[in-house]
């Protein structure tokens, strides 16, 4: 085996050793894209690799985080490695990794992010700080449409573009929180907003590791980098810091404000056009709000989930939850252990393991009793769906 595939070999086979490897976004995403890749090059070193590569594929475990904000993160610095030295695979790469955009709702997209108000002007990204997220969306300052966390430089970029050009009420994007050490999304969103792409939708100026975006066109990044000018408060975690910001930048997209459309991030003084409503569908007064009774529910009121059912066993003695995922064979197909609900149903939600919105939801809430139980001391029942 020529150096480069050894040297590749031997730092993701290092890789799948750690516990933390094997259950990250990381490692899953760039095995997909060796898989993907590798057929290209027709020689024997390529093929040996993808071996290895489909056998590394069998043995992760189930997906826990995207990103476990490594500052040598093994996974892409091997893959950036092999790239280096054969460009060509790069146009194959993240080909594995699509966003589902569905454009009868705002936003698009699905991720983890919280939507307070649709009309409002502001998004923010908290970047790798997921607690000030939280603690924003609890705090819900006027003029915030959206806040979520960005972790990679790739997939996280094309999520944030799709949902910021589909409602062109939003005029700005505040980059906060802490960045991601390798990844340096947060670094890279300033990068994209100030110099685009080239025409390989490599962001220039980004040195992240992998900061191509495949899921947007270079029509999406300039209408992107048009519509809002980004905001770097990299590093501050405050929210009243945060929360005052957004009042400030609420009030200069006022419509009679307006935003810029010289193409120059509203640094000219152009102030000539309006800022356009979001193509959703919004009440125009509270009066136009309909009111909605809850109608009791039965037993019945949840479809069996085709998925399976889960088992929830909180423990107090560990502090942590174990969550089963059975078939409706009753043969255990997974377990899920997490220290608090919400980790939990995101990893359950992100991997798939649940096709029914009702039986999220139950999941949802037994789980949020199950951290209760652990948290009060109180003994918890798993109620019946």
Known sequence: MNPTFKKVFAEIQRGMRLSKCIKCGCMKGTLENLKASLPLLKIKDA?????????????????EYPCFGCKYCIPPEAMTFLTSKYPELASATL???????????????????TVLNKSAPVAISTLASINLEEKLAGLNPSGLCIVGKTET???????????????????FLIVAGKDTEGHQ???????????????????????????????????????FRKQVQVENQIGCANIKTLAGRIKELSRKAAPAAGLS?????????????????????????????????????????????????????PSKKNASILVEHYSYENKLLRKIKGKNSRDIYFTIINNGWVTELSHAAYIGKELARAELSIKKGFKFVQDGA
């Not at 430089?153 to 005029?171: C, L, R, T």
């Not at 102030?271 to 009791?296: F, G």
């Open 47 to 63: 093929k040996e690799l993808l071996k290895n590569v489909n056998e590394w594929l069998e043995q992760l475990q189930p997906l």
């Open 261 to 313: 459309s010289c193409g120059c991030h509203g640094d000219c003084g152009d102030q000539s056009a309006t800022i356009a409503m979001p193509s959703v569908s919004l009440p125009k007064s509270a009066a136009a709000v309909p009111s909605v009774t809850a109608k009791k529910q039965g037993k019945t009121s949840i479809k069996l989930d085709k998925a399976g059912y889960f088992v929830i066993l």
């Open 95 to 113: 080909s594995s990794c699509e966003i589902r955009v569905d454009e009868s709702s705002w936003p698009p997209v699905e991720g983890e992010y």
């Open 153 to 171: 430089e790739n997939i996280g970029i094309d999520k944030i573009i799709k949902n910021v050009i589909s409602n062109p009420s939003i005029s």
């Open 185 to 223: 999304s947060g670094k890279t969103l300033l990068a994209l907003w100030e110099n685009g792409v080239d025409k390989n939708m490599r962001i220039i100026g980004s040195k992240g590791r992998r900061p191509i975006l495949k899921n947007v066109t270079h029509s999406d990044v300039e209408k």
